[in-house]
């Protein structure tokens, strides 16, 4: 079982930045590949950047050289810093661990760009 607890939403203005952490409790954290998802008003959740266990990233396009994945195994958290925040990034973000026998989801954590 996997327990994940996001933080560091919040309001920012256009072209501003965040960080938001994903804490994770449970066993073999490392093993995990680690995503962020996000779900806009009106939108289905769409992936918006994932780290492997070996340190593999993939993003969105509409994401990327602005966001950055990145997880620290030591702390069990993984984190998205995401720069240059445009209005189409507000949306409720969702961390998840993936492995072989489950997925696992945190309870979201809202982001809203202002101009």
């Known amino acids: 079982q996997v327990q994940l607890v996001e933080s560091g939403g919040g309001l920012v203005q256009a072209g501003g930045s965040l960080r938001l952490s994903c804490a994770a409790s449970?066993?073999?954290?490392?093993?995990?590949?680690m995503g962020w998802y996000r779900r806009a008003p009106g939108k289905q959740r769409e992936l918006v950047a994932r780290?492997?266990?070996?340190?593999?990233?993939n993003y969105a396009d509409s994401v990327k050289g602005r966001f950055t994945i990145y997880r620290d195994n030591a702390k069990n958290t993984v984190y998205l810093q995401m720069n240059s925040l445009k209005l189409e990034d507000t949306a409720v973000y969702y961390c998840n661990a993936h492995n072989i026998m489950a997925d696992y989801w945190g309870q979201g954590t809202q982001v809203t760009v202002s101009s």
């Open positions: 449970g066993t073999f954290f490392s093993r995990n590949t």
């Open positions: 780290i492997s266990s070996g340190g593999t990233t």
